[in-house]
């Protein structure tokens, strides 16, 4: 299902989309919904490093709402220079679940 939204922007903003549009060969349409989905996805990832930093969830479950492998959100974890808070015994017990 899909659904319209309206929103008022510059029109210094229109101008670069407009230009984003031409670089692209993308109609302006498709090019929002690109621009949207990817800053959902970076706004998804801010929240959940967020929320691991804070200890609201382990490392496997950030994982898991990201859509990553545990060793991928580990890169991510250590790429975002954010402390790996994450014991043996929870490594041994993730790794039970890949089995």
Known sequence: M?????????ESIL???DELTKEKQ???ASLLRN???GGLAIERKKRVLNKYKERKVSLA????LLNIDLWQMID???EESIYLDYSEDELKED?????
């Open 15 to 17: 101008a670069e989309i």
């Open 76 to 78: 991510l974890v250590k």
């Open 35 to 37: 621009l949207i989905v």
């Open 2 to 10: 899909t659904a319209t939204i309206s929103t008022r922007i510059e």
């Open 95 to 99: 790794l039970k679940g890949l089995a």
């Open 61 to 64: 479950k950030a994982a898991e």
């Open 26 to 28: 993308m109609d302006r």
